[in-house]
């Protein structure tokens, strides 16, 4: 850590349940040189990646569905997300680590993907880095149902979206999915479906 403002910093364990919450005490050093004592807490829940597979020919898009708890607490009404695929680096590197989530999310199986992004989520509450990639998919890749990983209680529902669908469904609020977002105004930007 290289930041001088920064000193005395100290970390206590909240919660280690599902991941980890640990609460930080840490003197900070204002623009006029005095010292405040600080508090934050932050949530661990480790790393990730994202993809957006792209299928040009189609002009589709493969995205999930599944429920999201702290959405469903949050005003979602009924829980439900469309997102790209995502999962946990779980010692992996991005790269084998999304293309593992592809299989077991979505079955498609897929050989090259492209880094574009590292992005801090959520800097002001979650530790995660989220490396997002694009991939392009073809219907001969698809090897399995996908729905996600059964000892990992995901419930995920495979759609495929023409392109153009999913930038609408994007600007009316249906996908609201900051790395989903992302990833599809991404693809808009740099023309995939050129």
């Not at 600080?38 to 599944?66: C, F, M, P, S, W």
């Not at 946990?88 to 492209?114: A, F, H």
């Not at 399995?144 to 669908?165: H, Q, R, S, W, Y």
């Amino acid at each position: 850590m290289k930041n001088s403002r920064i000193r005395n910093i100290k970390k206590e364990l909240l919660s280690d349940n599902w991941y980890t919450l640990n609460k930080f005490t840490f003197e900070y050093q204002k623009d006029d040189s005095s010292w405040e004592t600080q508090h934050r807490e932050a949530y661990d829940r480790g790393n990730g990646a994202a993809i957006l597979l792209y299928n040009k020919r189609k002009g589709a898009v493969v995205l999930t569905r599944q429920f999201r708890m702290p959405t469903y607490v949050n005003g979602n009404e009924d829980g439900m997300m469309i997102e790209v695929c995502a999962g946990l680096l779980d010692g992996d590197n991005p790269e084998d680590c999304i293309r593992k989530e592809v299989e077991e999310e979505t079955g498609y199986q897929i050989d090259n993907v492209q880094r574009v992004f590292e992005t801090y989520m959520s800097p002001g509450s979650v530790t995660e880095i989220l490396y997002l990639f694009v991939g392009a998919y073809e219907d001969r890749m698809k090897v399995g149902e996908g729905g996600g990983a059964e000892d990992e209680t995901e419930n995920i529902e495979v759609l495929e979206i023409p392109f153009i669908k999913a930038l609408e469904m994007m600007a009316s609020g249906e996908i609201n999915d900051s790395k989903t977002i992302i990833l599809l105004q991404y693809a808009a930007m740099n023309g995939l479906f050129v």
